[in-house]
């Protein structure tokens, strides 16, 4: 039981986690329209706590690393997918902190933002290569 539960509970998570960034992407998306002279609304709140949850659930994935260990007695045994896990929590709290610091300190700015914009965009891409791989491990798993 514990076996599948195990097996069953990251996957899941960092599925839920790649839903709510590509939606806090598609808010940030927005922000750049409105800075681009586009009349869009930006929904700020909505962005930072779907941001903050989707970057917290990515940084919560290295529980895939206690799941392989659990069952296989050895992390990196999934290859690019454990090693392609580290930039991702990287990145995650990069965007954590670039994030908390912009609705902290609200004002105009350039460099962070596009700092914030970057990373996340670069982690989002990471994260569906990681899905991917996720998949095919998955499968492997269960053959």
Request: proline share 3%; net charge positive; aromatic share 14%.
């Amino acid at each position: 039981m514990w076996d599948t539960l195990v097996l069953w509970v990251h996957p899941v998570m960092q599925s839920v986690a790649a839903l709510i960034g590509l939606l806090a992407m598609w808010q940030g998306w927005k922000r750049v329209q409105m800075l681009l002279g586009r009349k869009v609304i930006f929904p700020w709140r909505t962005h930072v706590r779907m941001g903050t949850l989707g970057l917290l659930l990515w940084t919560a994935g290295a529980f895939g690393f206690y799941a392989t260990h659990s069952l296989f007695g050895a992390t990196h045994i999934t290859g690019g997918h454990a090693f392609m896990a580290w930039p991702i929590m990287a990145l995650s709290v990069l965007g954590l902190i670039t994030g908390g610091i912009m609705n902290k300190y609200k004002k105009k700015r350039f460099w962070l933002p596009l700092l914030h914009g970057v990373g996340n965009t670069v982690l989002i891409i990471l994260v569906l290569y990681e899905c991917w791989t996720g998949i095919e491990l998955y499968e492997a798993f269960l053959a």
